[in-house]
């Protein structure tokens, strides 16, 4: 299994931030078919292969995540994809 560990710094307020989240996690879900949930401030997911959280930190957001098998032989292409929609989101 492969980790993803990536934190994304944004000059969001928290409120701004958690939206931008929501529309990142609705795009990360059309693309992967994942489920997420809100606790507090971090946003649980998971899908057919991955588990995982976006976390909001003060100016930033970590994204933390365990892929399955078949997931981790395209790893550099989903932190790719997660890196893309965190900057088009967040900036």
Do not use: C, Y
């Not at 078919?33 to 930190?57: C, E």
Request: avoid cysteine; charge should be neutral; proline fraction near 2%.
């Amino acid at each position: 299994m492969s980790q993803i560990d990536i934190r994304h710094e944004h000059g969001k307020t928290p409120e701004q931030a958690r939206v931008a989240i929501e529309e990142a996690a609705a795009k990360l879900s059309e693309r992967f078919g994942m489920r997420s949930q809100w606790q507090g401030d971090t946003l649980q997911f998971n899908g057919s292969g991955v588990d995982g959280a976006i976390q909001l930190v003060p100016g930033a957001v970590r994204v933390t995540a365990t892929l399955g098998f078949l997931l981790s032989a395209m790893k550099g292409m989903v932190e790719a994809e997660i890196r893309r929609v965190l900057a088009d989101k967040l900036g």
